[in-house]
């Protein structure tokens, strides 16, 4: 297991998720099984923040307001990754971040675009995560996984560890 901290885990944060352009995000920790919704990411800043836009009356703001805490569940399947990251959201409603960070995507659920009122952004700030990806590429992962199975040996090809990025 590879333990990650500071600076080293923004960085290998941002290359676990940056590329990915959906996660599921979970609220409401404490209750079994933890819900999920698929939201669609603007963004992955220089601090690891991971940026969302969301309707300012949506449940999920509301929910925010109760209880900031949320987990990011990611798939990464072309690359065989799978990070997931516990952290704190906000949400912001300056017009000037919104204008920044405005995707056309979101044009389908803000039908006045840039100018919709109904608009905020959700700031997801990680506090740690934990991933599992493979040492290897998914082909040759595919590959020892069959390999393995022929021969009836164990097979020990992924690399999991924690992150640790505590927002100053």
């Known amino acids: ?27 409401q920790l404490n209750q079994q099984p933890i819900i999920t919704r698929r939201m669609s990411i603007l963004k ?3 601090r690891g923040n991971v940026w969302f836009m969301s309707s300012i009356m949506s449940s999920r703001n509301a ?6 805490e949320a987990q990011l569940f990611y798939l990464n399947a072309p690359t065989y990754e799978f990070p997931n990251v516990l952290g704190h959201a906000t949400i912001h409603t300056e017009r000037g971040k919104f204008f920044a960070m405005w995707a056309p995507f979101a044009r389908a659920k803000f039908k006045d675009g840039e ?35 022929v021969a009836d040996s164990g097979l020990d090809n992924g690399v ?9």
């Open 44 to 46: 992955v800043d220089d």
């Open 115 to 149: 100018d919709d009122a109904d608009t905020s952004l959700i700031k997801i700030a990680p506090q740690s995560a934990y991933y599992w990806d493979t040492e290897n590429n998914k082909m040759i992962s595919v590959i020892q996984m069959s390999a393995s199975t």
């Open 160 to 168: 999991e560890g924690t992150l640790k990025v505590l927002q100053i």
């Open 1 to 27: 297991m590879k333990n990650l901290s500071a600076q080293v885990s923004i960085h290998r944060l941002k290359e676990l998720v940056g590329s990915e352009p959906i996660c599921f995000v979970g609220d």
């Open 63 to 68: 929910k925010i307001k109760r209880n900031d």
